[in-house]
């Protein structure tokens, strides 16, 4: 059974950047591919970007500019960096285990809420 | 830009069959990759069906998924009160982005 479980802070103000890691026990970070989802209230899910078993990344394009995931195989923890946020960004976020590539996400976290306003 | 539609929202009553579409924009799609996800409020979402018609272990048989062209289909039969739910498509474009449907709200009267 792999477990995730996102953390960070919930609110964050404009401008500022965003930051959550995910911790993964059960499995390691060093296979498959692992990424992060989001969901803004009341719209559909947004596909982020991922980290895979090589430390290779890939991220959504409309997000590209502004986005950065990173990994700690010593802690098993994968993070992202969402830089220069706007309320456009506030959303529930979702760490997954995506058994990729092209593949599906099989394992989630529960998601946070983080919120962007002054 | 490359989208998946799918209709808002879907009803039925408990014991019928209903199905979801999620209509790709023409050929930006790679159709062989796509996965549907149910999601209860507040919780995190399930993966019901990947690659067009496979069901992860542990999935009702109840669940089935299909292609015709550039249209992907969901269909749940024997309804259930449990399965009220959002749904959401997803698959891949040729560029390896990553695209998700907006959703269909499945009410069970």
């Known amino acids: 059974q792999v477990q995730l479980q996102e953390s960070g802070p919930g609110l964050v103000k404009p401008s500022e950047t965003l930051s959550l890691t995910c911790s993964v026990s059960g499995g390691s970070i060093t296979t498959y591919y692992w990424s992060w989802i989001r969901q803004p209230p009341g719209k559909a899910l947004e596909w982020i970007g991922y980290i895979n078993y090589l430390g290779s990344t890939d991220y959504n394009p409309s997000l590209k500019s502004r986005v950065t995931i990173s990994r700690d195989t010593s802690k098993n923890q994968f993070s992202l960096n969402l830089s220069s946020v706007t309320a456009a960004d506030t959303a529930v976020y979702y760490c997954?285990?995506?058994?990729?590539?092209?593949?599906?996400?099989?394992?989630w976290g529960q998601g946070t809420l983080v919120t962007v306003s002054s | 830009h490359s989208a998946l539609t799918q209709p808002a929202s879907v009803s039925g009553s408990p014991g019928q069959s209903i199905t979801i579409s999620c209509t790709g924009t023409?050929?930006?799609?790679?159709?062989?990759?796509v996965s549907w996800y149910q999601k209860h409020p507040g919780k995190a979402p399930k993966v019901m069906i990947y690659e067009v018609t496979n069901r992860p272990s542990g999935v009702s048989k109840r669940f089935s998924g299909s292609k015709s062209g550039n249209t992907a289909s969901l269909t749940i039969s024997g309804l259930q009160a449990e399965d009220e739910a959002d749904y959401y498509c997803?698959?891949?474009?040729?560029?390896?982005?990553?695209?998700f449907g907006g959703g269909t709200k499945l009410t069970v009267l």
């Open positions: 023409g050929s930006d799609f790679n159709y062989y990759y």
């Open positions: 997803s698959s891949y474009t040729f560029t390896n982005t990553l695209v």
């Open positions: 997954a285990r995506d058994r990729g590539p092209h593949s599906y996400f099989d394992w």
